[in-house]
């Protein structure tokens, strides 16, 4: 069974910065996608980023553009998200996804447990 395993998440100013991490183990495709989508109280889940494995080919939304940065270390199977400028409004429930053949940008199989940010102004 695929996993993923995130870390990262925690409290922080407005204006600081978090890098989340998402371990996959279990994964077959040699070129799956990992993203990152987050849920804040009240409201639905929204895409954040995504990355392709082998390409390094990135995706941001909108909201996050200039601010987040996503990554991935190949050998070590490991995506990573990289926030800065933090703003309150980046408040979320973070969850790391993964698909095997990646053709949906919004549409992943895996999901992981979540981690919370919290961003206090």
């Known amino acids: 069974q695929v996993q993923l395993v995130e870390s990262g998440g925690g409290l922080v100013q407005a204006g600081g910065s978090l890098r989340l991490s998402c371990a996959a183990t279990?994964?077959?495709?040699?070129?799956?996608?990992m993203g990152w989508f987050r849920q804040a109280t009240g409201k639905e889940r929204e895409f954040v980023a995504r990355?392709?494995?082998?390409?390094?080919?990135?995706y941001y939304a909108d909201s996050v553009k200039g601010r987040f940065t996503i990554s991935r270390d190949n050998a070590k199977n490991t995506a990573y998200l990289q926030m800065n400028s933090l703003k309150p409004e980046d408040t979320a429930v973070y969850y790391c996804?993964?698909?095997?053949?990646?053709?949906?940008?919004?549409?992943?199989?895996?999901w992981g447990q979540g981690t919370q940010v919290t961003v206090s102004s």
């Open positions: 996804a993964a698909d095997e053949r990646g053709v949906n940008l919004y549409e992943y199989k895996y």
């Open positions: 279990g994964l077959t495709s040699s070129n799956y996608a």
């Open positions: 990355i392709r494995w082998i390409s390094g080919t990135t």
